[in-house]
């Protein structure tokens, strides 16, 4: 069975990241999306429960996507998973400069036992990004392109939150 890990922050999941879903679960038995803890990424939106009950709530009719919320080195959390490659979705050159570090990084810590798959990014998504769906969302304009209808009903029960 050919599996393999998305990991990520999806704080909050976006149509890209969904995309790159939809293409990696036409290509592989199961894929698994990890939403790992980002410690560069302090101020996040949704806790780590939250993003996992929503994306849950997301693919609960997709057979072979599972969410998870990962601890530690994502290298391990795909050992532990028996995940042979992570994936990542790729936007642009600048993606690709970190990923290819992050991939070789990957490498060497799991000795091998860990690859990095890319997918490329939908046109349509290109410049889509968590942050940028935050920044949108914060300044009150229409976040409808760029998220599920189901996330962004729960970005706006954030707003009542915190109004
Ligand atoms: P991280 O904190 O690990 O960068 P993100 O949630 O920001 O987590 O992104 C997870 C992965 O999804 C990364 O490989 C990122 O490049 C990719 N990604 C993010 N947005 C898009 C998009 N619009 N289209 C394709 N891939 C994307």
Same mark, same amino acid.
């Given at each position: 069975?050919?599996?393999?890990?998305?990991?990520?922050?999806?704080?909050?999941?976006?149509?890209?990241?969904?995309?790159? #879903?939809?293409? +990696?679960?036409?290509?592989?038995?199961?894929? $698994? @999306?990890?939403?790992? &803890?980002?410690? %560069?990424?302090?101020? /996040?939106?949704?806790?780590?429960?939250?993003?996992?009950?929503?994306?849950?709530?997301?693919?609960?009719?997709?057979?072979?996507?599972?969410?998870?919320?990962?601890?530690?080195?994502? #290298?391990?959390? +795909?050992?532990?998973?028996?995940?042979?490659? $992570? @994936?990542?979705?790729? &936007?642009?050159? %600048?993606?690709?400069? /970190?990923?290819?570090?992050?991939?070789?990084?990957?490498?060497?810590?799991?000795?091998?036992?860990?690859?990095?798959?890319?997918?490329?990014?939908?046109?349509?998504?290109?410049?889509?990004?968590?942050?940028?769906?935050?920044?949108?969302?914060?300044?009150?304009?229409?976040?409808?392109?760029?998220?599920?209808?189901?996330?962004?009903?729960?970005?706006?029960?954030?707003?009542?939150?915190?109004?």
């Amino acid at each position: 069975m050919s599996k393999v890990l998305y990991p990520g922050s999806f704080d909050p999941i976006t149509k890209g990241h969904m995309n790159i #879903v939809e293409q +990696a679960s036409d290509m592989f038995d199961e894929v $698994i @999306i990890a939403i790992m &803890r980002n410690s %560069a990424k302090k101020n /996040s939106m949704f806790t780590v429960k939250e993003r996992l009950e929503m994306i849950s709530e997301l693919y609960h009719r997709i057979d072979n996507v599972r969410v998870i919320a990962g601890e530690g080195a994502t #290298v391990d959390v +795909a050992i532990k998973n028996e995940c042979k490659a $992570i @994936i990542r979705g790729l &936007r642009s050159l %600048a993606d690709f400069d /970190s990923e290819l570090a992050l991939c070789h990084i990957n490498r060497e810590i799991s000795d091998n036992r860990v690859n990095t798959i890319c997918f490329f990014a939908d046109q349509k998504y290109q410049f889509v990004s968590s942050s940028i769906v935050k920044e949108l969302y914060y300044i009150d304009k229409d976040i409808t392109p760029y998220v599920d209808p189901l996330i962004k009903e729960k970005m706006m029960e954030k707003r009542i939150d915190f109004r």
